[in-house]
């Protein structure tokens, strides 16, 4: 597997390419089982409680930083931002069900897709991706 560099805090709002990466650990199972009951059961206190114990045990530094075109990542997800009018974030579409530890290269074809499709949303949804730091995909 390639090494991997890491950024801590918020992956999407910060990312530079325009899209996040989050990288699959030992939570992930758990963090998708409390997700879909709390999805099922959105007022219940219990799947909350869940929810704020197992985000507990995640890792701060769940998004890759840079891709090395021939390195293996174990993705969970990649995820790109939808903006508003004003710029912000109101978005987030993330992806599910790429193979296990794809190559930093179909990471890459896929992320350039992902952000394509959350361009035209956001132009479709009146927004504006904010600054020079977003990719102009």
Do not use: N
């Not at 985000?55 to 993705?75: F, I, K």
């Amino acid at each position: 597997m390639a090494e991997v560099r890491f950024r801590i805090s918020k992956p999407v709002i910060e990312r530079p390419h325009g899209y996040a990466i989050g990288l699959r650990d030992e939570v992930s199972p758990q963090l998708d089982d409390v997700i879909g009951l709390l999805g099922r059961r959105p007022l219940d206190d219990v799947p909350r409680a869940q929810l704020t114990a197992v985000l507990s045990q995640t890792r701060e530094d769940y998004a890759v930083l840079d891709l090395e075109p021939d390195g293996r990542y174990p993705v969970e997800s990649p995820a790109a931002p939808v903006f508003d009018a004003d710029g912000e974030v109101v978005l987030a579409v993330t992806l599910d069900g790429l193979p296990d530890e794809p190559s930093g290269r179909d990471i890459a074809e896929v992320a350039a897709d992902l952000t394509g499709a959350t361009r035209t949303i956001t132009r479709r949804l009146g927004g504006r991706v904010p600054g020079p730091a977003w990719s102009a995909r």
